[in-house]
């Protein structure tokens, strides 16, 4: 299967990349030091557009293939991490429905989180079930004509802005998470729903993660998305395809680190000449620039396989999020070496892109996480994988 990038995915990174350094980029160290929301770029995204490019025309969307959305995260992630979630995690939240809701849900929430009037987020992560998914507790209790959900959600990116939510809870806990859980979609406005906690993290410190209760929040039956007891499959390939924008995230971050390293040595004297002179230091920007492009090809490679929703399209997204990520750790370290002790101090990008790179080895899955999956599929692959 081949990808090919084309003269209006060169033209759409060039706009992103404007729209990134001049808007974008001067409002980065103050969210990092604020952790705070962005609102003012949320509402700059939705105007340009770029907020709605998952969703069909018909909802308002642009409908932009996989290596699109992907260029967009990167050169968004290249000058700020935390707007990158922006339409990274409006992707994220909206895949359940795209996967398995039905005509009527996609009309009632599409438009509304195209245009950008509404933020969801994507309420998987439970305090005792983060890699274990099956082992989820919230329950989904049928009542009459609604769901009632009680329990809760933690580390839920954009949990405490969004208006919607697509939540994962057992329907059936006899049954256990992988058939007893269903996904539904609730309203942030619900009585008995609340945010009360938002984390104070490493990196990415404007995207805000809250922690969600639930109690006897009465969801309409016709929010369930999918069939009774589908909720560990859909959450599964959402994953599956969203962890994409994560790999998109990572290589937006190692090239943002890498362009912030270079101009910072053509600069810097030291004995008398560049620092961008010394071998050694361009032996390291080598490293540095070839390990990215290699994340960023991988990433349009697997982008492509899921645009054509590729059997194996668990393999790719998961190499890609696996590599990218260890990238951007390795990449974003380099830099802050490459500036010395001026890469240490937050004067300069390159320590805040060190810690917002650190969570892409995190979140959408471990990277040990990644690791079992893409065994997984090498193994099934050569018929060796364990029957059962
Ligand atoms: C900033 C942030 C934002 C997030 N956003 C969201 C969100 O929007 N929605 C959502 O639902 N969740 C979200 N998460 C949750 C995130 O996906 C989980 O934190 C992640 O999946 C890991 O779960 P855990 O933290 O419970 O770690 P654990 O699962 O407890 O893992 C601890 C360690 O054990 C390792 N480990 C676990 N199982 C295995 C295994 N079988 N083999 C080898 N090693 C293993 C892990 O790799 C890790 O190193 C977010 C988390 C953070 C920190």
Redesign the pocket.
């Given at each position: 299967m081949s990808y090919r990038l084309t003269d209006e995915h060169d033209e759409l990174r060039a706009v992103v990349r404007e729209l990134a350094e001049e808007k974008i980029a001067p409002r980065a160290a103050a969210i990092d030091e604020a952790a705070e929301f962005p609102w003012d770029l949320k509402e700059l995204l939705a105007k340009q557009d770029l907020l709605g490019t998952c969703f069909e025309e018909k909802h308002g969307g642009t409908n932009l293939d996989g290596i699109a959305q992907v260029i967009l995260a990167e050169e968004v992630a290249r000058v700020d991490a935390t707007t990158s979630l922006i339409p990274i995690?409006q992707k994220?939240g909206a895949l359940p429905i795209t996967l398995a809701g039905n005509d009527e849900q996609k009309d009632r929430y599409f438009p509304r989180l195209a245009s950008g009037e509404w933020l969801i987020?994507?309420?998987?992560?439970e305090a005792a079930?983060?890699?274990?998914v099956a082992s989820n507790r919230m329950r989904a209790r049928l009542d009459g004509d609604c769901y009632v959900l009680n329990g809760s959600?933690?580390?839920?990116?954009?949990?405490s802005v969004a208006n919607v939510l697509t939540v994962f809870a057992l329907t059936d806990p006899a049954a256990g998470g992988r058939k007893g859980m269903s996904a539904f979609i609730v309203e942030t406005d619900t009585p008995g729903f609340a945010a009360p906690r938002v984390?104070h993290?490493m990196g990415?410190r404007g995207?805000p993660?809250a922690e969600l209760t639930f109690d006897d929040v009465r969801v309409p039956a016709a929010n369930r998305i999918g069939d009774d007891g589908d909720g560990f499959r859909i959450a599964m390939e959402t994953l599956d395809r969203s962890r994409l924008g994560i790999a998109a995230q990572a290589v937006g971050i190692a090239q943002g680190a890498i362009d912030a390293a270079v101009a910072y040595a053509a600069q810097r004297q030291q004995f008398g000449e560049r620092v961008v002179d010394f071998q050694g230091i361009q032996w390291m920007l080598a490293d540095m620039a070839s390990q990215t492009e290699a994340a960023r090809q991988l990433t349009y490679a697997a982008a492509a396989r899921v645009d054509a929703n590729a059997p194996d399209l668990p393999y790719w997204t998961s190499s890609a999020k696996l590599v990218a990520g260890d990238t951007a750790m390795r990449v974003t370290t380099d830099a802050v070496q490459v500036l010395g002790g001026y890469g240490y101090i937050s004067e300069y990008p390159v320590e805040r892109m060190m810690r917002d790179a650190k969570?892409t080895q995190?979140?959408?899955?471990?990277?040990?996480?990644q690791r079992?999956i893409i065994a997984r599929q090498l193994l099934q692959r050569a018929g060796v994988a364990k029957r059962g």
């Open positions: 995690v994220l987020a994507f309420g998987l992560t079930a983060g890699s274990d959600k933690r580390f839920i990116t954009h949990g984390e993290k990415i995207s993660t969570i995190l979140y959408e899955g471990t990277q040990q996480i079992l």
